[in-house]
Nanobody, 127 residues
Framework: VQLQASGGGLVQAGGSLRLSCAAS????????MGWFRQAPGKEREFVAA????????YYADSVKGRFTISRDNAKNTVYLQMNSLKPEDTAVYYC?????????????????????WGQGTQVTVSS
């Protein structure tokens, strides 16, 4: 499956952005989706994940209550709504896909579990 992320940009602290990730090439509903981010000099970290049905979502503690992940299987797209942005949210954001698995609930945070990655979109939050 091919992934194309978009929606990044420059925003002031307290502002909002919505990232989108469009998928193509395979049956989108067969894949759980995740968002990760990587700041300069830091490792890639988990942000949010959503099951193939969209019923189950997971969030990193640092974004819980501020970010919302959702998906539209009819449009082959996953979204990340980011509110109350902070300067520490500045990073390149990546969407990723993994084939549906009974182990998703215990491994959604690990980048290694995702076989497909988008190209990343830059999010910069100014103070």
């Amino acid at each position: 499956v091919q992934l194309q992320a978009s929606g990044g940009g420059l925003v002031q602290a307290g502002g909002s952005l919505r990232l989108s990730c469009a998928a193509s090439g395979r049956t989108f509903s067969n894949y759980a989706m995740g968002w990760f981010r990587q700041a300069p000099g830091k490792e890639r970290e988990f942000v949010a994940a959503i099951s193939w049905s969209g019923i189950t979502t997971y969030y990193a503690d640092s974004v819980k209550g501020r970010f919302t992940i959702s998906r539209d299987n009819a449009k082959n797209t996953v979204y990340l709504q980011m509110n109350s942005l902070k300067p520490e949210d500045t990073a390149v954001y990546y969407c990723a896909a993994r084939v549906r698995s009974p182990y998703f609930g215990s491994s959604y945070e690990s980048p290694a579990g995702y076989a497909y990655w988008g190209q990343g979109t830059q999010v910069t939050v100014s103070s």
